[in-house]
C-alpha cells in the first residue's frame, strides 16, 4: 500500500473515532430541559448523533478496503491466525472481565441473589453482554472467515458483483435489522473489499481533486444511511 493511500486511511479513521465519541456523548442529559440554550444543545446533539452514524460504516468500508490489500488466498491460514491474535483473544479477554463485572461483582457489592447457568454464562460471554461496545469485533471476525467466498465471488462475477450487497441491503430493509447483528454489515464490508479487490480509485490519488473529494463524501453519506435506516426503522 502507498504512503499516500495510508495517510488518507490515517485520517479518516481519525475523524471517525472523533465521531464515535461524539455518538456516546449525550450531553444534554445534564442539563434542564427549561434552561436557556437547551434546544440549542439539542439541535447541536442530533447534528453530532447524524455524522457520528457514519463512523462505524465507514470503519467497516476501511476494514473490508485493508483485508483485501493484496489478498493472496494461500495466505488465508496466517491471516487467520493473525486475527486469533489481534481480534478473538482480546474480546473474549475483555467479554470475561465484563461478565465478572456486571454478572459477579457488582451483584456481590450489591448483595443481589447471583443466579447463573452454564448457557447464559456461555451467551455473556460470547455475546459480549457484559462489555457491549465490543460488539463490532463479531462481525469483523465473520468476515475474515468468509473472506474466501467473497474472493471466489470477486474472481468470477467480476464488477457485476457489486449489484450482490445493493439487493442484500434492500432485502434487510423491509427485514429490520439488528444494527449490533451481522447480516447489517455485510453489504458495507463487501463494498470496501469490492473497492480493494478491482482497485477502483476512490482511495487512490485523484484526479482531479473535485472527483475524489465528491466520491468521499458520497461514501460517506451511504454509509450514513445505511446506519441510519436501521435506526429509523427501530423507531417506527
Known amino acids: 500500500m502507498s504512503k499516500e493511500i495510508s495517510n488518507k486511511i490515517y485520517y479518516a479513521t481519525f475523524i471517525m473515532a472523533i465521531l464515535v465519541v461524539a455518538?456516546?456523548?449525550s450531553f444534554t442529559g445534564f442539563?434542564?430541559?427549561l434552561a436557556n440554550g437547551y434546544q440549542f444543545s439539542l439541535t447541536i446533539q442530533r447534528i453530532f448523533l447524524t455524522l457520528g452514524d457514519a463512523a462505524v460504516p465507514t470503519f467497516f468500508v476501511i476494514s473490508g478496503y485493508l483485508l483485501f490489500n493484496n489478498y493472496v488466498l494461500k495466505d488465508y491460514p496466517k491471516m487467520l491466525l493473525k486475527k486469533l491474535f489481534s481480534l478473538?483473544?482480546?474480546y473474549f479477554l475483555w467479554s470475561i472481565l465484563g461478565f465478572l463485572a456486571v454478572r459477579i461483582i457488582v451483584p456481590a457489592i450489591k448483595k443481589e441473589t447471583i443466579e447463573l447457568t452454564f448457557q447464559s454464562v456461555a451467551l455473556d460471554i460470547f455475546l459480549s453482554n457484559g462489555c457491549l461496545h465490543i460488539w463490532f469485533i463479531r462481525p469483523l471476525v465473520v468476515f475474515c472467515i468468509c473472506s474466501p467466498l467473497l474472493y471466489f465471488v470477486f474472481k468470477y462475477l467480476k464488477k457485476w458483483s457489486i449489484f450482490i450487497p445493493?439487493?442484500?441491503f434492500v432485502i434487510y430493509i423491509f427485514f429490520?435489522?439488528?444494527y449490533y447483528g451481522i447480516l447489517l454489515w455485510i453489504p458495507l464490508f463487501f463494498v470496501g473489499?469490492?473497492?480493494s479487490y478491482f482497485k477502483i480509485p476512490i482511495m487512490n490519488?485523484?484526479?482531479p481533486r473535485l472527483i475524489g473529494a465528491f466520491s468521499l463524501i458520497l461514501l460517506l453519506v451511504i454509509a450514513s444511511l445505511i446506519a441510519g435506516s436501521c435506526i429509523i426503522m427501530d423507531i417506527i
Open 88 to 90: 478473538v483473544i482480546p
Open 166 to 168: 445493493i439487493i442484500v
Open 176 to 178: 429490520t435489522p439488528n
Open 193 to 195: 473489499c469490492y473497492l
Open 205 to 207: 490519488h485523484f484526479k
Open 31 to 33: 442539563l434542564d430541559p
Open 23 to 25: 455518538i456516546h456523548s
